[in-house]
């Protein structure tokens, strides 16, 4: 069973920058590369959110939320991926949660909290 475990999350100033990571386990290294890897986020009363995805091949697409701000990267000998947010506004506030997509399958973080103070 894979597991995904974020850190990285916290409270940080308006304009300011945090970096997410999110770890695989459960998973060879083989099987990891494979995955395509997401990060959401969701905050009270609204849908979950996505962000930004990195496929197997290394292709990186971004929602327009974050363009030019975020950027996701993938350390497959680690089996690890990491988001950099960068010029952080207060509505980036929210729960954020990684995913990993192979096949049909989806596995989910437990997430981790992100505050943008104004």
């Known amino acids: 069973q894979v597991q995904l475990v974020e850190s990285g999350g916290g409270l940080v100033q308006a304009g300011g920058s945090l970096r997410l990571s999110c770890a695989a386990s459960?998973?060879?290294?083989?099987?990891?590369?494979?995955?395509?890897m997401g990060w959401f986020r969701q905050t009270p009363g609204k849908q979950r959110e996505l962000l930004a995805r990195?496929?197997?091949?290394?292709?990186?697409s971004y929602a327009d939320s974050v363009k030019g701000r975020f950027t996701l990267s993938r350390d497959n000998a680690k089996n690890t991926v990491y988001l950099q947010m960068s010029s952080l506004k207060p509505e980036d506030t929210a729960v954020y949660y990684c995913?990993?997509?192979?096949?049909?399958?989806?596995?989910w973080g437990q997430g981790t909290q992100v505050t943008v103070s104004s």
């Open positions: 459960g998973t060879s290294g083989s099987i990891f590369r494979l995955m395509s």
């Open positions: 995913n990993a997509h192979i096949l049909h399958d989806d596995y």
């Open positions: 990195i496929t197997g091949s290394l292709t990186t």
